[in-house]
């Protein structure tokens, strides 16, 4: 257009800047559409070369990555005492949620479910004993991630603790994960009161043992499967999963009733189970644990395999980092907050089942269950467009996990780093919200973006791995 026929026609504007600028458009009617782009993350000039110039080789780790991910067979085999299984697991050892990190570190609910840990092993008498040999140095913490092991919330998991055991038969790694408490004042929320302990040992001696021999007599339960099912039934599996625990119970109670030694031991474990819409919540984390860990370790590969939080630190691993962490401070989600309870109170994020959303569940899968959205006041479109966003960030789409409201189009699956800094987007995750003080337990529900410093920390990190393609020069020069 010539500038001298610029005030004479109607302008058709594309606005690249301030959301802002398209409302005083609107405003005096004139027709304009708001580009939705941010300018990639803050990362360096030489990272971000050091990327483009390993691009292939970026690309073809990745597709291996991705075929290691969609291959995965998750399946129930069985389960057992967490000192009998997990492997490095001590008398002493307590795993927990996130990267890693020391007592003096840890938030109020990380305390308070160590506290509970304690007084269910019989290591301590009262809280204040159990605080003091927590912080003794006898008790050595490890992230739970780093024994094949997953655990919502606080993640704690301790010596005694039956743990169930997902195979992945396509590639034979197992990983595991307590058995779901429910929610309000429970141990993963940092509840630790005699109500708590209480059931951890009823949990112990009676749904354990009912809930072995029912999975010993059936061999294995395709947790695949009745994710893919839940998917089309309203679940995203991570902070809805009432299709999926139903779909458990359904494969479970045949076999229940025919191996408990005690009707009123059965009865007991099935009414468990359907009181808590929730059990299956810890499966689908362990599910998504055996799926990710084949891809820990490709070269060049940018998948991200691990997100967690230990309600101080959000960190990230990378395939093609190996098994090294990268941090940032956790944030506080944007929530629905129970009677009484406000985002004061409120820890900052915690917990391993963002493990869901690296799967491409989770929040990543909430255009499933749009009912999730109304935990912050928002609409189904908010839902879809959640997720919508996150095929931006990922390098596939799961033809296992189907969408409903998206034309059953593949969940967005496989979190690439590369991405994530160029389009500056985090990934989306929706979550429970503990109080900060121990004690207390749950206080609402919400959801929000991962905090971007542990991917700028990664991705410096990951282009330093990368080996560059010869230039024609350096191939002259050597010939």
Same mark, same amino acid.
């Given at each position: ?77 069985g ?40 007084l ?14 927590a ?11 780093e ?15 039956p ?5 992945n ?14 929610l ?15 059931r ?10 009912v ?14 499967g ?12 991570h ?13 479970l ?23 808590n ?15 990710? @860990? ?70 990543f ?40 409201s ?8 496989g979190i690439d ?12 995750? @929706? ?9 207390v ?39």
């Amino acid at each position: 257009m010539a500038i001298v026929d610029l005030f004479t026609k109607q302008l058709k504007v594309i606005n690249a800047g301030i959301p802002g600028f398209k409302d005083t458009l609107d405003a005096v009617r004139t027709p304009s559409v708001h580009l939705s782009w941010k300018p990639p993350a803050d990362v360096s000039a030489e990272s971000l070369n050091r990327v483009r110039g390993a691009a292939e080789a970026i690309a073809a780790a990745n597709r291996e990555a991705i075929a290691r991910l969609f291959a995965a067979k998750p399946v129930l085999v069985g389960l057992k005492r967490a000192r009998e299984i997990i492997p490095g697991m001590t008398e002493d050892t307590i795993l927990h949620a996130g990267p890693p990190i020391e007592w003096e570190r840890m938030c109020g609910p990380m305390r308070g479910a160590i506290v509970g840990a304690l007084l269910y092993e019989g290591r301590a008498a009262d809280a204040e004993s159990a605080e003091a040999l927590a912080a003794s140095g006898r008790i050595r913490y490890a992230p739970c991630h780093e024994h094949a092991t997953v655990g919502p919330m606080a993640g704690i998991v301790s010596p005694s603790m039956p743990v169930f055991i997902i195979r992945n038969d396509a590639g034979s790694n197992l990983a595991f994960t307590t058995m779901n408490e429910g929610l309000g004042k429970v141990l993963r929320y940092g509840a630790f009161g005699p109500d708590v302990i209480e059931r951890l040992r009823w949990m112990e001696a009676v749904l354990y043992p009912v809930l072995r021999k029912a999975v010993e007599s059936l061999g294995a339960i395709d947790l695949k499967g009745i994710i893919a099912q839940a998917l089309h039934m309203g679940d995203e599996v991570h902070n809805r999963n009432r299709a999926a625990t139903s779909l458990l119970y359904r494969a479970l109670a045949p076999a229940v009733i025919r191996t408990a030694s005690k009707p009123d031991d059965a009865a007991a474990a099935l009414e468990f189970i359907n009181r808590n819409d929730h059990f299956f919540l810890n499966l689908s984390m362990a599910s998504c644990k055996a799926t990710l @860990d084949p891809l820990e370790g490709i070269p060049n590969c940018s998948i991200v395999t691990v997100m967690a939080r230990n309600g101080t630190d959000f960190g990230i691993r990378v395939s093609g980092t190996g098994p090294a962490w990268f941090t940032g401070p956790a944030d506080i989600p944007d929530a629905l907050y129970f009677a009484g309870f406000s985002k004061a109170d409120a820890n900052p994020d915690i917990g391993d089942s963002a493990i869901t959303e690296t799967g491409g569940l989770g929040g990543f899968a909430i255009a499933a269950a749009p009912a999730i959205v109304q935990f912050v006041g928002g609409h189904a479109g908010d839902a879809l467009r959640y997720t919508t966003d996150m095929y931006e960030i990922t390098a596939g789409e799961n033809p296992a996990f189907q969408i409903p409201s998206m034309d059953f189009r593949g969940a967005p699956s496989g979190i690439d780093l590369v991405k994530v800094i160029r389009k500056n987007l985090t990934p989306f995750i @929706d979550t429970g919200v503990a109080h900060r003080n121990p004690g207390v337990g749950q206080i609402g529900a919400g959801v929000l973006s991962a905090p971007i410093m542990p991917f700028i920390r990664a991705f410096e990190s990951f282009s330093k791995t990368l080996a560059q393609p010869e230039s024609s020069f350096q191939r002259g020069m050597r010939t």
